[in-house]
């Protein structure tokens, strides 16, 4: 049969998820795995990282997040926290 590969929309609302249930470590993982395979983050799995990982007190895995997502080129309203 054929295999199944997660895309952008997947890989983001399985980020939004796992950062629901705090589990920002995870998410974090999946957002490394994401930005690899050079798609696009959506606007809400990255603020729910970056809010999650703040909470956490994982403020320079925030900002190390913010500045790879930026340097895809996403648009710069993304980093309004």
């Known amino acids: 049969g054929k295999e199944l590969k997660p895309d952008a929309v997947t ?4 980020i939004c998820g796992l950062c629901k249930v705090q589990e920002f470590e995870v998410g974090l993982e999946m957002m490394d795995e994401m ?3 050079s798609f ?10 970056v809010k999650g990982l703040r909470k956490k007190g994982k403020i320079e895995e925030a900002l ?5 997502v930026a340097e895809t080129g996403a648009s ?3 980093f309004e926290y």
């Open 11 to 14: 890989y983001c609302t399985l």
């Open 35 to 37: 930005l690899c395979l």
């Open 40 to 49: 696009s983050p959506s606007e809400a799995a990255v603020s729910s990282l």
């Open 64 to 68: 190390n997040l913010v500045k790879r």
């Open 76 to 78: 710069p309203n993304l």
